[in-house]
């Protein structure tokens, strides 16, 4: 069992940066942030394999955010730049079993799932 428990949200000005992180209890995974907007479907935002060596990022974020890891700390991490009213939303952090390259961008592909941690974005 993995217990995720992100941290870093907050409300921002437009513009802003937030860095959020994620922090496992046991091994960690192939990692990912998904969101979940007010009236929204959540959504993939970024993911990552178990070695860091390889990323993904939704159209939406791309350019913006910045996906890492830290393994010798079990912490994932999501820096985000210049924000934007629509990136509020609940983001949440999630695990699954995965070794060397391979990242994963649907939530059913995902096992273990944080509480989230608010995002809001003031225009």
């Known amino acids: 069992q993995v217990r995720l428990v992100e941290s870093g949200g907050g409300l921002v000005q437009a513009g802003g940066s937030l860095r959020l992180s994620c922090t496992a209890s046991?091994?960690?995974?192939?990692m990912g942030w998904f969101r979940q907007g007010p009236g929204k479907e959540r959504e993939f935002v970024a993911g990552i394999s178990w070695s860091g060596v390889t990323t993904a990022y939704a159209d939406s974020v791309k350019g913006r955010f910045a996906i890492s890891r830290n393994n010798a700390l079990n912490t994932l991490y999501l820096q985000m730049n210049s924000l934007k009213p629509e990136d509020t939303a609940v983001y949440y952090c999630?695990?699954?079993?995965?070794?060397?390259?391979?990242?994963?961008?649907?939530?059913?592909?995902?096992?273990?799932w944080g509480q989230g941690t608010q995002v809001t974005v003031a225009s």
């Open positions: 999630a695990a699954r079993p995965g070794s060397g390259s391979a990242y994963y961008i649907r939530i059913r592909e995902y096992d273990y």
């Open positions: 046991g091994r960690t995974f192939a």
